[in-house]
T-cell receptor, first 114, second 113 residues
Framework: KAGVTQTPRYLIKTRGQQVTLSCSPI?????VSWYQQTPGQGLQFLFE???????NKGNFPGRFSGRQFSNSRSEMNVSTLELGDSALYLC?????????????FGPGTRLTVT | GENVEQHPSTLSVQEGDSAVIKCTYS??????FPWYKQELGKRPQLIID?????GEKKDQRIAVTLNKTAKHFSLHITETQPEDSAVYFC????????????FGSGTRLSIRP
């Protein structure tokens, strides 16, 4: 099976702009979670989508949003970018059912905000 | 709130020796504890996990132990090799929000030749 893929791999944006990141899960996986990784804050949970619905949410401001399509692909959007949004954004997919905990990560999108 | 603490933040061991990384969690409802290895510039990879109904799990040179009473869990790597050098993350989640994984801050493990 192909692994989790993310596009684009690198992005440079200017403060105030918005950005959309994409994640394609492993075939058959219905859950997609998003994480932000920074040197200072480590790996932090943003949100999770399952069957096109947000099922879990972390403690990030409303500028961070997401959605999931019927084929389980997910997008994450960040509006009004701030310098502090510079990070590696990772998505992870899992089967999503009860007790199906194992998550598999994509390679990440490196976002730089200038 | 939910929190996972991880120690040490850096660890250097001689090749062939053992390495131990320790974590504590705050949410007593947590029942799934994965460990991820992240090599430089690469994605985190699941190396081993343990569920709360098990006290210990082993996979070749890697083992994880869980003490539910103390809310502690640990990763043990024996006979360390250069390819074990990486950042290791412990994590916890619970069945009511299984896909919301709370990560520890990471341990940078270096293997000295």
């Amino acid at each position: 099976k192909a692994g989790v893929t993310q596009t684009p791999r690198y992005l440079i944006k200017t403060r105030g702009q918005q950005v959309t990141l994409s994640c394609s899960p492993i075939s058959g996986h219905r859950s997609v979670s998003w994480y932000q990784q920074t040197p200072g804050q480590g790996l932090q949970f943003l949100f999770e989508y399952f069957s096109e619905t947000q099922r879990n949410k972390g403690n990030f401001p409303g500028r961070f949003s997401g959605r999931q399509f019927s084929n389980s692909r997910s997008e994450m959007n960040v509006s009004t970018l701030e310098l502090g949004d510079s990070a590696l954004y990772l998505c992870a997919s899992s089967l999503g059912g009860p007790l199906a905990y194992e998550q598999y990560f994509g390679p990440g999108t490196r976002l730089t905000v200038t | 709130g939910e929190n996972v603490e991880q120690h040490p933040s850096t660890l250097s061991v001689q090749e062939g020796d053992s390495a131990v990384i320790k974590c504590t969690y705050s949410d007593s409802a947590s029942n799934y504890f994965p460990w991820y290895k992240q090599e430089l510039g690469k994605r985190p990879q699941l190396i081993i996990d343990i569920r709360s109904n098990v006290g210990e799990k082993k996979d070749q040179r890697i083992a994880v132990t869980l003490n539910k009473t103390a809310k502690h869990f640990s990763l043990h790597i024996t006979e360390t090799q250069p390819e074990d050098s990486a950042v290791y993350f412990c994590a916890a989640s619970k069945s009511s929000s299984a896909s919301k994984i709370i990560f520890g801050s990471g341990t940078r493990l270096s293997i000295r030749p």
